[in-house]
């Protein structure tokens, strides 16, 4: 009896079908044990070859940890893919699982980043690993499919790839092939020779007379279903394997041989598991009302088997097209209460965009809808497109008898930057409401459709200069209360965008207009969606006074903002509060301040439920770090900009400024330019005039150095003006030191473009923040990790500790250490390392190869 090895799975189940014989075909197992010596290894053959048991019955006996993902059309869908991706990794690490869904599918080249130390960091060194794509054909296009490219691509010590495919993969291995570390297994290989269909045969406990062996191999050309159907028909005691009648549709061959061998009830439930893609043993059970059929579904062979890899059962991909077809012969109810069942099943377990899916299937919106409202508000694209898409197929009837449909389709479309076609569907729905008689319903649109429009409005603002949005939130509030509804989860998080100051135009008087409305449409904001924009408007403020220069008011508001959102969980108006705080701390000089306040950035780094946070957290110190020229602590997806397909509307790109930034650090003007010049169109950040006007400054500055004189007095020129009606002076102020030369230039015209005492000023005044910063840039910018750096046993198990996530206490605890101990130990793996926190320490020890898992 062959055994399924325990390494495969965490599990203490005794697996069903574990004890099915299989054949040993030890020439294919050769060829297997060779190609693994390779990183990459493809096995592409058509339907039926064999693909998944060969490489299946190979890995069973060797000893290596496994993670098999069996992918679907479905895993197309980025979120969807990634909560398959990580339940496959928990087989064997839930610890890593855990790590890889705290940080997101890496839609970014900084979730990439991240996504690829994990395995440095919790992978033994001692223990070989091999991850199994299945069905690779399915994915087709998007995020998924770059992001199998680019994991497929990247070194992973101790970590070996297999592709299996009905088709060559859609993915560039040029570099794997260039370098002799692609081995690839084709439909040549697999083809069963005729002495191995013989033992195939033998062990099913049939034996054929020469003449009928050869025919038959002649006929099935060593094709695995073809010779295993032969031999279900021989197995019923047939004088031969039916030659003629085995050359009839395939599909004749699965009735004869497999359907009508099983019992009716059988038949229908395994019409009814053809259904669903993925068949975990407790919804399979679920589906048939029947654990005693498990019994017989055990029966019917490799057609359907259990795959410990999955803890599910796999329908053999001919047998499902074959139980397609047959579909037809389920009612409507039948169907809607497979779909409903499965659903559940994937919402408890939460598999979110699977639930979706079945629950559109069943035509159950209502559960649906909750599911999706449990989702952030600001989404990746593809998946606001995968969802728009399903409210854009739901029926009519839908959004007459149930509010939220229509609310979630308005927000849907704001989500992807249709504003126009949110706001008119918006204002539809309130006249249309308005009119009925009062009730729970009537609110509940009015509510949701209110909000949804003073959202619009406000994104609406700097491009229209209304700023009409807090009747609208205030509108929401009545209905809110009239609703009796309660909104809780993520989507109370607030987007923040580029700018808290949502201004597009210079003119004085602008600022102050959208201050006043910020701050009216806060209250109601809050009241009604649970804490949301808690501390946006101060957060305003504190923009407005630090490109003021008015430093204490700026630290009064940001002190109000970093209060209101860290109460009510608003996070990221909290991380780009703690960006003002970083600036300020540099135009004061405040060097002790710089490290509590990445401390708090640190923070959030543990904070699961906040879902952009190390994006975010990339922005804020990509910030810091190339403002004082130390690029090479800049992530690199903020440095090389976005894939196609990962913009997101609402965020705006307010990385974009750090790429600016980092290029003019670097001394890449021309590169800073065209990032400059596609920003005015291509990104939010061009349609504020917060974001106007620092752009037009480090225009300034790229062409001052380009060597284009004329044009960058002319951008200095254009930047003034933007600043001047509301004496917006810190950005030059920030930039002073780039910017003397070409204020110098200017000053010696005898009629300078800008008003010589204003230049001035800004001489003086960037002179003095130079001198402020000087230390803290010198500091930050200079201390660089030893060359070789030795770590103590206390001092690396700390480290480990903290790449792992834990608390002071918990490393404290796990290593029988006193909290000060621990303390002070970290505060000297800084030192060594050169680190100002505990990312930036993981990130450092792990490029220096010193951190590793013992």
């Known amino acids: 009896m062959n055994e399924v090895p325990k390494e495969w799975f965490f599990s203490n189940e005794v697996l069903p079908g574990a004890d099915k014989p299989f054949l040993s075909r030890p020439r294919l197992q050769r060829i297997l044990d060779q190609a693994l010596q390779s990183p990459l290894v493809t096995v592409v053959a058509g339907a039926g070859y064999g693909k998944t048991l060969s490489v299946y019955e190979y890995l069973r006996n060797a000893p290596y940890k496994i993670v098999w993902l069996h992918l679907s059309e479905r895993d197309n869908n980025s979120w969807r893919f990634w909560e398959n991706y990580v339940r ?149 005691g047939a004088d031969d394997y039916g030659r003629s009648s085995f050359k009839l549709d395939i599909f004749n061959r699965i009735e004869q041989e497999i359907f009508s061998a099983v019992s009716p009830d059988m038949q229908k439930h395994l019409i009814k598991f053809s259904l669903v893609e993925h068949l975990p043993l407790k919804l399979l059970i679920s589906l048939s009302g029947d654990r005693s059929l498990i019994d017989e579904l055990e029966r019917i062979g490799s057609f359907i088997r259990y795959d410990p890899y999955l803890a599910a059962y796999r329908i053999h991909p001919l047998f499902l097209e074959y139980l397609n077809s047959k579909q037809e012969r389920l009612t409507e109810q039948e169907k809607h209460n497979v779909y409903v069942r499965a659903g559940q099943w994937c919402e408890d377990n939460g598999q979110k965009m699977d639930a979706i899916a079945y629950y559109e299937k069943a035509g159950a919106y209502d559960k649906l809808m909750e599911v999706v409202y449990t989702l952030p508000q ?142 009216a449409a806060e209250g109601p904001v809050v009241a009604s969606m649970n804490g949301c924009t808690s501390g946006l408007s101060d957060l305003a403020r504190t923009e407005v006074a630090y490109f003021k220069g008015n430093l204490d008011e700026a630290i009064q508001c940001a002190y109000r903002a970093l209060y209101q959102s860290q109460k009510r969980n608003q996070y990221e108006i909290e991380s780009r509060t703690l960006l003002y705080f970083l600036r300020l701390s540099l135009a004061r000089g405040k060097l002790a301040k710089i490290g509590e306040f990445f401390h708090l950035l640190e923070a959030q780094l543990q904070v699961p439920e906040y879902t952009n946070r190390f994006l975010h957290y990339d922005v804020v110190s990509g910030w810091f770090y190339a403002h004082i020229g130390k690029t090479g602590k800049i992530a690199s997806w903020i440095l090389e900009g976005p894939a196609e397909g990962e913009e997101n509307f609402l965020a705006e790109s307010p990385e974009v400024l750090v790429r600016i930034k980092g290029h003019i650090a670097e001394k890449q003007y021309a590169a800073a330019l065209a990032v400059l010049e596609e920003a005015q169109t291509s990104y939010g950040l061009g349609a504020f005039l917060l974001g106007k006007l620092e752009m037009k400054v480090l225009e300034a500055v790229c062409l001052h150095y380009d060597e284009k004189p004329e044009a960058a007095l002319a951008a200095l020129e254009a930047a003034y003006g933007l600043a001047m009606p509301n004496a917006l002076d810190m950005p030059f102020i920030e930039q002073g030191n780039d910017l003397r030369p070409l204020i110098l230039a200017a000053l010696k015209d005898e009629n300078p473009r800008v008003p010589r005492p204003w230049l001035e000023t800004i001489l003086k005044s960037a002179s003095a923040y130079a001198k402020k910063s000087f230390a803290i840039i010198q500091k930050y910018r200079e201390h660089e990790p030893a060359p070789h750096i030795f770590l103590s046993s206390r001092e690396r198990k700390v480290l480990i500790g903290l790449s792992q996530g834990f608390t002071r206490e918990e490393i404290a605890e796990d290593g029988a250490l006193s909290l000060n101990t621990v303390k002070t130990t970290i505060s000297t793996l800084y030192d060594k390392l050169g680190a100002v926190n505990r990312a930036d320490a993981i990130r450092i020890a792990t490029a220096q190869g010193i951190l590793k898992v013992e």
Request: charged letters at 25%; one cysteine or more; glycine letters at 6%.
């Open 378 to 519: 600001a989404l990746p694209e593809p998946t606001s497109r995968f969802l728009l898409s399903i409210m854009e197929r739901a029926p009519e009837e839908l959004y007459r008898k149930s509010p939220r449909a229509s609310i979630l389709h308005t927000r849907l479309l704001f989500s992807l930057g249709r504003l126009e076609e949110a706001e008119a569907e918006a204002q539809r729905l309130i006249a249309e409401y308005e009119a009925l008689p009062p009730s729970v319903h009537k609110s509940w649109v009015l509510y949701g459709s209110y909000n949804n429009l003073g959202f619009v409005r406000r994104l609406q603002s700097p491009s229209t200069g209304n700023y009409d949005f807090p009747r609208f939130f205030e509108n929401a509030y009545h209905h809110y209360r009239l609703s009796g509804v309660e909104i809780r989860g993520v989507i109370t998080a607030a987007a923040v965008g580029s700018y808290a100051c949502r201004v597009g135009a210079a003119e004085s008087g602008e600022i102050e207009k959208y201050l006043r409305a910020a701050a």
């Open 88 to 236: 496959a990794v928990a087989f064997f690490s839930p610890e890593i699982a855990v790590r890889l869904a705290a940080n997101g599918f890496p839609e970014t080249k900084e979730q990439f980043d991240r996504f690829a130390l994990i395995p440095y960091q919790d992978l033994n060194p001692d223990i070989k690993f091999v991850f199994v794509f299945d069905d690779f054909h399915l994915i087709q296009r998007g995020p998924v499919l770059r992001f199998l490219e680019q994991a497929l691509n990247t070194a992973f010590r101790n970590v070996n790839f297999i592709v299996i495919s009905r088709k060559e993969p859609a993915i560039n291995t040029i570099n794997f092939l260039s370098k002799g570390l692609l081995t690839k297994i084709t439909e040549k290989e697999l083809r069963f020779t005729q002495e191995e269909m013989l033992d195939y045969f033998r062990l099913e406990g049939i034996t054929l007379p020469e003449e009928v062996a050869r025919d038959l191999y002649r006929d099935t050309e060593g094709w695995a279903f073809a010779i295993h159907l032969a031999g279900l028909a021989l197995k019923k």
